[in-house]
């Protein structure tokens, strides 16, 4: 008798939104794109939102979203989702939240277990709204929890600060992540800039030919 075994169907999506609000989803990709910023050079480290775990093969429903995660010793390319067991059983070390006014204590309580038990080494969670964030640090069997936030992460370089109530985050050489719409500004200061230049560089070329000299 020959038994067939159905292969086991792992779902890209939770049917869940990234974000549940603007400001939610402007914070998440601050944070995953500054990341990705950071760690480009390395070929194996791997930078991703929302985007689903599952650390046991075979099994569907244990699975979990986290807002931006990193995984070390991983290669860098597109995948419908974090296979442990396909990325050589290597767990993300690094996992960051930032929560929304949706978010329940319950829910909070059941990520905390999961990235407690399948072996997340560094967990950060951002409330942007009551201006908190906290970080958990794995020791042995248990994430504990990070007494003084200004703090650096040791897998990431990364410096963490709270602005007012609003979350910064500085890389090893001591820039600063910038947002999209700052790096967008500054790539148009250095446009105008070079602008003006030319300009200058062309005004002093017609005033040369104009005295008879070679501009070159």
Excluded: C
Excluded at 86 to 99: D, K, N, R, T, Y
Excluded at 101 to 130: H, L, M, S, W
Excluded at 169 to 193: C, H, N, V
């Amino acid at each position: 008798m020959v038994l067939y075994t159905q292969a086991v169907h792992y779902p890209d999506s939770d049917g869940m939104p990234m974000s549940d609000n603007t400001k939610q989803f402007r914070l998440i990709v601050y944070i995953k794109e500054g990341l990705e910023w950071l760690l480009a050079a390395d070929p194996n480290v791997f930078v991703a939102g929302d985007l689903l775990w599952y650390p046991i093969e075979g099994d569907n429903k244990t699975r979990i979203g986290p807002d931006v995660l990193v995984a070390f010793g991983r290669p860098k390319g597109d995948r419908g989702s974090y296979r442990q067991w396909e990325e050589g059983g290597i767990a993300p070390q690094v996992v960051f939240e930032v929560l929304s006014p949706g978010n329940r204590v319950a829910e909070i309580t059941r990520k905390f277990a999961f990235y407690q038990r399948y072996g997340i080494e560094e967990y950060y969670v951002y409330d942007p709204d009551e201006g908190t964030l906290n970080g958990y640090l794995r020791r042995g069997e248990n994430l504990e929890a990070v007494e003084m936030m200004g703090w650096v992460s040791p897998r990431l370089g990364v410096r963490f600060e709270l602005s007012g109530e609003e979350l910064q985050l500085w890389r090893p050489d001591g820039a600063r992540f910038e947002s999209y719409s700052e790096i967008a500004a500054r790539a148009e200061q250095e446009r105008e800039r070079a602008e003006r230049e030319r300009e200058r560089a062309d005004r002093l070329a017609e005033r040369l030919r104009q005295l008879g000299l070679d501009a070159e």
